[in-house]
């Protein structure tokens, strides 16, 4: 652009009459004629300022310049541009250097600006004066920053040969550009300089000064000047009543610390902070002593008439004072901080104290912009949060130099904060030093959003550095997890006001609350600025532990599958000594499936869960969302109450308490528990990843109502009842008795659709009745119901939901009264009718209902609560159980039972490979099954029968929650019948489950409750699992083997016996199992003890044990029986071999027969399928007596473990009948 075209001499004429046109109109007095003497000055102005740049191409003109007025400016000037008339361009391309690879220097442009400089925005008087400097012309006013500004320049038209000008952010509509004044500018009109003071002014040095505040009445009427080197500024404080700055003013002579600080208040005085330069003296004089409000000292203040003055000591004179007057006070004595007399005892090792200095840099980041966070000289943090910052926001960017003088640095502040702090208080300045040269970034609307909010946690919450710095991390990381699509930027990091609190300060407070407890007191700018010490939020400070971390979902998800996995270890699940005696297929089940619970607490820094609730319309199941994505949740209201009520459907939730559960489900083949260490073994690995918690324990935020309905990615549900303006919607009550399993199952086509085969689609079903007839909605209520044609009529309904509207399937429980509710306009029996039936009228009729409907995808449900329908049934009433006694009856006519029981043990169960989660459409042709252990929770009875529960498809996986620990109310389960009389149950399409508690999170095993033998003879009501203390009489039986770990044949010689064995490995393991008889007293009982509870059961220790077994492996079995008290023992090996010698031998000494601690279970799951026997008269021969007595039949117990008693008095009965 440098190398123009010759111009033609009619275009020099052009652009003087153009500049003519120009400076009538924008810089003449408006209504004024073309001022002749003023365009001349104008033009020369431009001229000597081109010309001065030296290389001008010949022109006398800058005809490629044109002029620009402030409003052409403000509405053409959408890009920021820089223009400079006195730069050649490789000036410019020199200073467009400085950018550096990464910025993009400020694009040149040929404008010519002119105008005057002024610290009033309008044309209003004092009021608007608030220290900007601006740049003034007919059409309009800019705000400006200039580096050092002359006083003297105020009010007058100047051309400013060098700027930059940076427009407001696209977004920003409502935002004012700036101008940054490079260079001096040019004055228009040259100013006739004003003489001098006639006589040298008088003057106070500051030591006078400041010794003169001590003294009353020395000053009356007199308003002193004061000269002195400027040592400091302050910060611009702006209240909402009026602005102020203090500078301080030191003698060179004086001893350091020897100044005398002035208050500068006057509006039209608050400029001078922009001309004060650290360093050079100035006077200023008809200055005042004033006693700030609430303080006990006095400070000099300046007058309305008061003038900041260069220093100029010829001008001067000092002016005599006699100081011999008594003092007026002592210097006040620093007040005693309140922090620091609280916190003395723990600060030697806490508190840190930040360094306070002055330090010159370039900033070279912008870390965060609403929080005033930057970078400078690449290494060192800046925060400007602690001071008003406003006018600097603007400015500040990569590339500015910054003078910060009595800026506090702060190290190692902690909260994820590595870099060193630099952050002014009130009390220095910031000051520009140089401006940059770079383009703004392109800053995004929600970059910049938060400013007010950040403000408030410094100026409200009043949080210090460390935690400031955390806090605008953690919003910024919760901006980064749920904006935009969960929340709008604005929404998140709104301004917090009473009836408007922000969902970001929301999200924190519980955090903030305990590390900084709202109430301390607010900031005293004065006190921060003149007391001595100084004293200031910046000043001490702690190192901050990162308080918390808030994880996306899908972080938190692959985390805990991370940890589900590395702490994945088949050892440690099937622990030595029991997993030696396990086949191989016992192993690969036992490993199937596991499960881990991870707590928040156990990460550092602890993790807090936070997300949307939504209820998956595909799934049925409620999740948590975020931008990340989404994760399965099981939801308690609280301990034992399901989640009723939709309206948390699109909440924020945030919760510290809660469980994320990893089911780790195995495919493996170990031959054996040897393998079991090796990896190469595991076929297939996948993970089941949820979360547990209950809403009691977590923060629920309704996120405002419009976004919603905008977050398409969000529920695609309508949203319940809007309270604003009338919304045509009718709804009918009813309660719900009972719900059925969610699972796929065959409708009937609808007449008119595509009447292929149908697939089985995800829905269930629940059976209520209705309570009352169909409301409308008048205004925001429900209207009166309408009349029933027959009142007496049956109101039992079916509903049935299917597609999406099996988002509601977490919500309905039964004993709770619900309102259905269908948008649009009202539909005469649109609740009456079935529609197009999709359940064949005979299940109707069994299901004792007279209606089917099936709840449309756009109906919505709402839980009715008020003082006609309690929110809720008392859980422990409305649960239907079935009585103990009917429960364990081989009564199989009432198959479906009812109860509560805690898991204690899940299983998977043959055939193997195990289920995995079924893939939709998948073939599968194993048919696995889950087999829950439960412990029945009866109310009349102590004990609690164990029973066990089977899941198989189409029921698998099986729902959420059901591990072991857990407390479920399972309803209308089907009752089976083993072959050995033993009672377990099924899923049917009909069982409903509720999950009533989460496992503990932490276990601990209650000891067995320890009881007589006779005990047991009680049937059903004695306790499943016990232990007593015993007697060993004698050995019924001892069986030893070694069987293929593959198919389980006897090994004799570890040799697989089986027929053309095709065993992939000849690998054994041994098995034992012995039969005993024990007394306590009270009664006999037989027990089977198995494997390595044989051993203790020998009382072996574990090397004779395994030398025992090892003697066993060339026969391959070893079986003794022993027919009774001195009877010889039947034997499959010889009688005389030494090893059935010797185990004859021990089974019938006292290191076999000996008094011990027995824990065991019933060998038999408790039914009154086969009743107890009646006790016997048995006769017995003792000497020449013949006894006649009863006998009650054995009692058939399984070892859990066998303890020695500690001491002979803990033997119970067996002691108390000797
Ligand atoms: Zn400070
Ligand atoms: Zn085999």
Same mark, same amino acid.
């Given at each position: 652009m440098e190398a123009n075209p010759a111009p033609a001499p009619d275009s020099e004429q052009a652009w003087l009459e153009a500049a003519q046109t120009f400076i009538h109109e924008t810089l003449c007095p408006a209504g004024s004629s073309p001022d002749v003497q003023l365009t001349q000055s104008v033009i020369d102005c431009v001229k000597t300022t081109w010309l001065s740049q030296g290389k001008n191409q010949g022109f006398p003109l800058p005809l490629s310049y044109s002029f620009v007025s402030v409003q052409d400016l403000k509405t053409h000037q959408n890009l920021p541009c820089c223009s400079h008339l006195s730069w050649s361009s490789s000036a410019y391309q020199a200073w467009a250097q400085e950018a550096g690879p990464n910025g993009t220097p400020l694009p040149r442009e040929r404008l010519l600006l002119l105008g005057t400089l002024t610290d009033l925005s309008g044309d209003l008087e004092q009021e608007s004066r608030k220290g900007d400097l601006y740049v003034k012309d007919n059409t309009g006013v800019l705000t400006c920053e200039l580096i050092d500004l002359d006083l003297s320049w105020l009010g007058h038209l100047f051309l400013f040969p060098s700027w930059s000008y940076l427009p407001p952010a696209r977004w920003n509509s409502s935002g004012e550009g700036h101008l940054e004044l490079l260079s001096a500018p040019v004055?228009?009109?040259?100013?006739?300089?004003?003489?001098?003071? *006639?006589?040298?002014?008088?003057?106070?040095?500051?030591?006078?000064?400041?010794?003169?505040?001590?003294?009353r009445g020395k000053l009356r009427g007199v308003q002193p000047n004061l000269a002195g080197k400027l040592v400091r500024v302050s910060a611009l404080v702006r209240s909402q009543k009026k602005a102020h700055f203090v500078l301080s003013l030191g003698g060179g002579s004086s001893p350091a610390g020897s100044h005398v600080s002035i208050v500068v208040q006057i509006p039209a005085q608050l400029v001078w902070h922009r001309a004060l330069w650290p360093g050079r003296s100035y006077v200023l004089t008809a200055l005042r002593v004033v006693r700030i409000r609430g303080h006990c000292y006095r400070v000099w203040t300046t007058s309305p008439s008061s003038h900041l003055l260069p220093l100029k000591p010829e001008c001067v004179r000092e002016l005599e004072l006699e100081l011999d007057g008594p003092l007026l006070e002592a210097d006040p004595a620093p007040l005693p901080t309140p922090s620091?007399?609280?916190?003395?005892?723990?600060?030697?090792?806490?508190?840190?104290?930040?360094?306070?200095?002055?330090?010159?840099?370039?900033?070279?980041?912008?870390?965060?912009?609403?929080?005033?966070?930057?970078?400078?000289?690449?290494?060192?943090?800046?925060?400007?949060?602690?001071?008003?910052?406003?006018?600097? /926001?603007?400015?500040?960017? =990569?590339?500015?130099?910054? @003078?910060?003088?009595?800026?506090?640095?702060?190290?190692?502040?902690?909260?994820?904060?590595?870099?060193?702090?630099?952050?002014?208080?009130?009390?220095?300045?910031?000051?520009?030093?140089?401006?940059s040269c770079q383009k703004p970034e392109n800053q995004s609307f929600y970059q910049a959003q938060g400013a007010s909010l950040f403000e408030q946690l410094v100026w409200e919450r009043q949080l210090g550095l460390p935690?400031?710095? #955390?806090? %605008?991390?953690?919003?910024?990381?919760?901006?980064?997890?749920?904006?935009?699509?969960?929340?709008?930027?604005?929404?998140?990091?709104?301004?917090?006001?009473?009836?408007?609190?922000?969902?970001?300060?929301?999200?924190?407070?519980?955090?903030?609350?305990?590390?900084?407890?709202?109430?301390?007191? /607010?900031?005293?700018?004065?006190?921060?600025?003149?007391? @001595?010490?100084?004293?200031?939020?910046?000043?001490?400070? %702690? /190192?901050?532990?990162?308080?918390?971390?808030?994880?996306?979902?899908?972080?938190?998800? @692959?985390?805990?599958?991370?940890?589900? #996995?590395?702490?994945?270890? =088949?050892?440690?699940?099937?622990?030595?000594?029991?997993?030696?005696?396990?086949?191989?297929?016992?192993?690969?089940?036992?490993?199937?499936w596991s499960w881990l619970s991870l707590l928040p607490a156990t990460s550092h820094p602890a993790q807090i869960l936070i997300g949307v609730l939504a209820a998956s319309s595909h799934k049925g199941c409620l999740q948590l969302r975020d931008k990340s994505g989404s994760l399965p949740c099981l939801i308690l209201a609280k301990h034992c109450q399901p989640i009723t009520d939709s309206r948390f459907i699109g909440c924020l939730v945030r919760t510290e308490k809660f469980q994320l559960v990893i089911e780790r489900n195995v495919r493996s083949n170990f031959p054996s528990y040897k393998e079991l260490n090796m990896t190469g073994f595991i076929q297939k690995q996948q993970a089941r990843v949820y979360i547990q918690f209950f809403l009691a324990d977590a923060l629920i935020l309704p996120v405002p109502r419009p976004l919603l309905h905008s977050a398409t990615s969000?529920?695609?549900?309508?949203?319940?009842?809007?309270?604003?303006?009338?919304?045509?919607?009718?709804? /009918?009550?009813?309660?719900?008795?009972?719900?059925?399993?969610?699972?796929?199952?065959?409708?009937?086509?609808?007449?008119?659709?595509? *009447?292929?085969?149908?697939?089985?689609?995800?829905?269930?079903?629940?059976?209520?009745s209705w309570l009352g007839g169909t409301q409308r909605k008048e205004g925001t209520a429900w209207g009166p119901p309408e009349p029933k044609g027959d009142e007496n009529k049956d109101q039992k309904?079916?509903?049935?939901?299917?597609?999406?509207?099996?988002? #509601?399937?977490?919500?309905?429980?039964?004993?709770?009264?619900?309102?259905?509710?269908?948008?649009?306009?009202?539909?005469?029996?649109?609740?009456?009718?079935?529609?197009?039936?999709?359940?064949?009228?005979?299940?109707?009729?069994?299901?004792?209902?007279?209606?089917?409907?099936?709840?449309?995808?756009? #109906?919505?449900?709402?839980?009715?609560?008020?003082?006609?329908?309690?929110?809720?049934?008392?859980?422990?009433?409305?649960?239907?159980?079935?009585?103990?006694?009917?429960?364990?009856?081989?009564?199989?006519?009432?198959?479906?039972?009812?109860?509560?029981?805690?898991?204690?043990?899940?299983?998977?169960?043959?055939?193997?490979?195990?289920?995995?989660?079924?893939?939709?459409?998948?073939?599968?042709?194993?048919?696995?099954?889950?087999?829950?252990?439960?412990?029945?929770?009866?109310?009349?009875?102590?004990?609690?029968?164990?029973?066990?529960?089977?899941?198989?498809?189409?029921?698998?996986?099986?729902?959420?929650?059901?591990?072991?620990?857990?407390?479920?109310?399972?309803?209308?389960?089907?009752?089976?019948?083993?072959?050995?009389?033993?009672?377990?149950?099924?899923?049917?399409?009909?069982?409903?489950l509720q999950v009533l508690s989460f496992p503990p999170e932490t276990t601990i095993s209650a000891p067995l409750p320890h009881i007589f033998l006779a005990e047991l003879l009680q049937g059903g009501r004695a306790p499943f699992q016990a232990s007593a203390s015993c007697h060993i009489v004698s050995v019924f039986s001892l069986q030893l083997l070694w069987v293929c770990a593959h198919c389980t044949s006897l090994c004799p010689q570890g040799r697989c016996t089986r027929q053309g064995s095709t065993c992939p490995t000849q690998t054994s393991v041994s098995q034992a199992s012995i039969r005993l008889l024990v007394e306590d007293g009270t009664a006999e009982a037989?027990?089977?003890?198995?494997?390595?509870?044989?051993?203790?059961?020998l009382g072996l220790c574990p090397s004779e044990w395994t030398s025992l077994l090892e003697s066993v492996r060339g026969p391959g079995k070893v079986a003794l029986q022993f027919t009774g008290p001195g009877a010889q023992p039947e034997s499959s090996a010889k009688?005389?071999?030494?090893?059935?010698l010797f185990l004859r031998t021990l089974c019938t000494s006292f290191s076999v027969l000996r008094p011990v601690v027995l824990s065991f279970e019933l060998e038999r799951k408790p039914s009154t399928v086969t009743p107890l026997e009646p006790p016997r008269l048995q006769r017995f021969q003792c000497g020449e007596l013949t006894l006649l007595t009863r006998v009650n039949p054995k009692i058939r117990l399984s070892c859990l473990s066998i303890q020695e008693p500690k001491h002979p008095s803990s033997l119970g009965a067996f002691s108390l009948s000797c």
């Open positions: 004055p228009v009109c040259p100013s006739t300089t004003s003489p001098g003071p *006639p006589s040298p002014l008088p003057v106070l040095y500051p030591e006078t000064a400041s010794r003169l505040l001590r003294h620091s007399s609280q916190d003395g005892d723990r600060e030697p090792a806490l508190i840190r104290h930040s360094t306070l200095l002055s330090y010159t840099g370039k900033v070279t980041g912008v870390l965060s912009q609403p929080a005033g966070l930057y970078e400078v000289d690449g290494q060192l943090a800046l925060c400007l949060a602690y001071q008003q910052f406003h006018s600097l /926001r603007k400015v500040v960017r =990569p590339g500015v130099s910054l @003078e910060l003088q009595d800026v506090h640095l702060l190290q190692s502040v902690g909260g994820g904060t590595r870099r060193p702090v630099l952050a002014p208080c009130l009390h220095g300045a910031i000051l520009l030093r140089g401006f935690l400031y710095l #955390w806090a %605008t991390r953690a919003l910024e990381e919760l901006a980064c997890k749920l904006c935009p699509h969960m929340l709008r930027h604005h929404q998140l990091l709104q301004h917090s006001s009473p009836g408007n609190p922000s969902l970001g300060l929301q999200l924190l407070a519980p955090v903030l609350d305990v590390l900084a407890p709202p109430g301390s007191t /607010r900031r005293n700018a004065h006190k921060e600025i003149l007391e @001595e010490p100084h004293h200031c939020p910046l000043q001490k400070y %702690t /190192r901050l532990q990162t308080p918390c971390s808030f994880p996306t979902l899908t972080t938190l998800k @692959e985390e805990g599958r991370c940890r589900a #996995w590395a702490a994945f270890d =088949p050892k440690t699940l099937l622990p030595l000594p029991e997993s030696s005696h396990l086949t191989s297929c016992q192993l690969n089940q036992r490993v199937s969000l529920t695609p549900q309508a949203e319940p009842t809007l309270p604003d303006g009338p919304h045509i919607e009718q709804s /009918r009550l009813f309660l719900l008795s009972h719900k059925e399993a969610l699972m796929k199952r065959n409708f009937c086509v609808p007449p008119g659709a595509n *009447p292929e085969v149908p697939k089985p689609i995800l829905s269930f079903c629940v059976s209520g309904v079916l509903l049935v939901f299917r597609g999406s509207s099996v988002r #509601w399937f977490e919500f309905l429980h039964p004993g709770y009264v619900y309102r259905l509710v269908a948008p649009g306009p009202p539909t005469p029996l649109l609740f009456e009718e079935g529609g197009p039936s999709c359940i064949p009228q005979r299940a109707l009729e069994l299901a004792g209902c007279a209606s089917c409907l099936t709840v449309q995808d756009e #109906w919505t449900l709402e839980l009715e609560s008020g003082p006609d329908f309690p929110a809720g049934p008392d859980t422990s009433k409305a649960l239907p159980k079935t009585s103990l006694d009917d429960l364990l009856s081989g009564n199989s006519s009432d198959s479906l039972v009812s109860f509560s029981a805690e898991i204690l043990s899940r299983t998977l169960c043959d055939p193997l490979p195990a289920p995995f989660w079924a893939k939709p459409g998948g073939t599968r042709t194993s048919r696995a099954s889950v087999k829950l252990t439960v412990a029945v929770e009866a109310a009349d009875c102590q004990s609690r029968p164990h029973l066990d529960i089977y899941i198989k498809e189409p029921h698998l996986p099986p729902p959420l929650g059901l591990l072991p620990g857990a407390r479920v109310y399972f309803s209308q389960l089907e009752k089976k019948i083993s072959r050995c009389h033993n009672i377990y149950c099924c899923f049917r399409p009909s069982t409903y037989v027990v089977t003890c198995r494997n390595h509870h044989v051993a203790t059961a009688v005389d071999e030494p090893l059935t």
